[in-house]
């Protein structure tokens, strides 16, 4: 598809035409064009399938450490002591109140997010019961991220009016391992495939700065296009003190943009979505919003420090973007790209 003599404005242009970048292809442009040269490239393909629009999404910690599995990241995990705070499942009153707030704040999703590699029956109930209450009283739309789910438990979630469902695959399927053993990757992907059959819209990307290469991380943005995820978050490594990667460096700016204009020409259409490590980007990655990211975790998240609604809210002001459908509300954009 791609030759030495081609540019990446002309990849760019072949990509808004049709062509999309494939598995086996060469892709020495991704590393080796200038990361201006390359972000404009993903500036034209963001601006032509994402047009204006920034999904904003937040979440909340429903339940909190305590992790039975061992990545290497996490502070949750109960094979590290990072001082994290530890707490059951929340009431489902705490957190509608806390969606509310969202809703009100202008946001474009909700998610409870679960420590654990799945919720046991009981708290899987109270999980319903919140999205339940949730669904009834407001409007905006709804994610969960509770683990590895059945395709019965799926179909439970799928009937009290969530739409999405976030599972992370974290990394290339070589450098799985090195970060996770008491789950595979073949666990994650199999996840992802029973929640997409069940209808779900999938949210999957990964976290960078952990060790792997650059390899991995084309691997990984090709592993998720070819699952067809339609939202893929980019987390940066912020280590955490007490986890088994709390000595790695972080990682640049430069190297973090880079990973997004790659991310957004092997995944034209998704939603690429800044997630933590914001904080190590410039006036809290202003500038990603037009280089390729076209969505945003937004005010509190989990372990790591992120970017308030309100300053999330000005960014795109004063980009000339917001986070508002055709119809002036802050609504689902999960799919508006291949509906061009």
């Known amino acids: 598809m791609y030759t030495k003599n081609i540019s990446a404005k002309d990849i760019a242009e072949k990509i808004i035409n049709g062509d999309r970048i494939k598995r086996g292809d060469d892709l020495n442009f991704l590393l080796q064009t200038p990361l201006e040269e ?15 629009h920034i999904d904003l999404c937040t979440i909340i910690n429903g339940k909190s450490g305590r992790c039975g599995e061992n990545c290497k ?15 059951d499942f929340l009431s489902k009153e705490e957190i509608y109140r806390h969606a509310l707030i969202n809703q009100n704040a202008g946001v474009n ?42 395709r019965e438990q799926f179909k439970r979630l799928k009937m009290t009016g969530v739409t999405s469902y976030h599972h992370n ?14 789950h595979t990757y073949e666990d994650r992907i199999n996840t992802i495939k029973i929640a997409q059959a069940e209808g779900f819209c999938v949210c999957s990307g990964g976290i960078i700065g952990m060790g792997e290469n650059w390899d991995d991380r084309i691997d ?4 998720l296009h070819e699952l067809g995820i339609e939202s893929i978050p980019i987390n940066a490594l912020m280590p955490v003190k007490g986890t088994a990667l709390e000595n790695r460096e972080q990682l640049g700016a430069d190297e973090i943009f880079r990973t997004i204009a790659i991310f957004r020409y092997i995944n034209p259409t998704a939603n690429i979505r800044l997630a933590a490590g914001r904080k190590l980007l410039p006036k809290n990655g202003a500038m990603a919003f037009i280089y390729g990211a076209s969505a945003s975790i937004t005010g509190d998240m989990l372990t790591t420090s992120g970017t308030t609604i309100i300053e999330d809210m000005e960014i795109l002001k004063s980009l000339g973007l917001t986070n508002k459908n055709s119809t002036g509300n802050a ?4 799919n508006k790209a291949t509906q061009k």
């Open 38 to 52: 390359l972000q404009e490239g993903a500036k034209l393909i963001q601006t032509h399938f994402c047009g204006n």
């Open 73 to 87: 990241y996490c502070a949750q995990a109960a094979c590290y002591k990072t001082g994290i705070e530890e707490y």
């Open 109 to 150: 999703r909700f998610s409870i997010v679960t420590s654990g590699r799945a919720l046991n029956n009981k708290d899987f109930e109270k999980a319903l019961d919140a999205y339940k209450m949730m669904k009834e009283r407001l409007t905006i739309d709804l994610c969960a991220s509770h683990g590895i789910l059945s």
């Open 169 to 182: 695959i974290e990394t290339s399927k070589r450098f799985f391992p090195y970060i996770c053993t008491s």
């Open 220 to 223: 990984m943005a090709i592993s």
């Open 331 to 334: 609504g689902s954009t999960f």
